[in-house]
């Protein structure tokens, strides 16, 4: 009884696979690059046509992934898409071309999240709470001099000098940029966090730098 249960277990099994791989070799052309195209997009190093054949469970010739491949890419050039199908490393990916690497950095570049140190996250978040301050403001409440950190958050345009104080002096008033609000993903001021998530951000950072 078990053996008979056995061979209908795996009699079973073998029309499963057989019946997978008939569905898959009857796929359309564009069904099959459409497929491959999604498998490139998602991935973050070059394919290899064996990988790309095991997507199909190995039904699809390996002659016939590199045909659809091509195809594709012709397809990206005849309609000037952005990105192309190279062939590199033993394997397929999906790039951008050359022409657009200069929009590219400049997109990742203003994307790219200062990194500060507490006592400039400290500083900061002097500035963006009680601004406009002076320098010799922002000192009174860290107990420390800080020309050094505040030259710094304004190379790194998070801090601008909005105006002068209108006292004996006219001390520089320093104000927080649209760059800061863009860099802490805020709408405006009124989106500025807590104290208590100030605070957070102040002992993630030390942690972040400690473990460097």
């Not at 922002?138 to 190379?155: A, H, Q, W, Y």
């Not at 001021?189 to 730098?209: A, F, R, T, Y």
Request: aromatic residues 6%.
């Amino acid at each position: 009884m078990d053996s008979e249960k056995k061979n209908f277990e795996d009699d079973s099994l073998i029309e499963k696979d057989e019946a997978q791989q008939t569905d898959q070799a009857d796929l359309s052309e564009s069904e099959i690059q459409a497929i491959l195209e999604a498998v490139l997009f998602t991935a973050s190093e070059p394919i290899s046509v064996s990988q790309l054949r095991s997507v199909f469970d190995r039904a699809i010739s390996g002659h016939a992934i590199r045909a659809q491949l091509r195809e594709l890419g012709q397809f990206y050039d005849q309609h000037q898409r952005s990105f192309q199908i190279l062939e590199i490393a033993n394997g397929f990916q999906i790039c951008t071309r050359p022409d657009y690497a200069a929009w590219i950095e400049k997109f990742h570049t203003r994307q790219v999240r200062v990194k500060l140190t507490p006592s400039a996250l400290e500083t900061l978040a002097i500035v963006a709470y009680k601004q406009p301050v002076t320098r010799l403001e922002i000192e009174e409440i860290r107990g420390v001099n800080s020309d050094s950190v505040l030259n710094s958050l304004i190379e790194k345009g998070l801090v601008r000098i909005s105006g002068r104080k209108q006292e004996a002096g006219r001390a520089l008033l320093f104000s927080s940029s649209n760059q800061f609000l863009e860099q802490f993903g805020l709408k405006n001021l009124s989106d500025l966090p807590s104290v208590e998530e100030i605070q957070e951000i102040l002992d993630q950072s030390e942690s972040d730098l400690n473990n460097d």
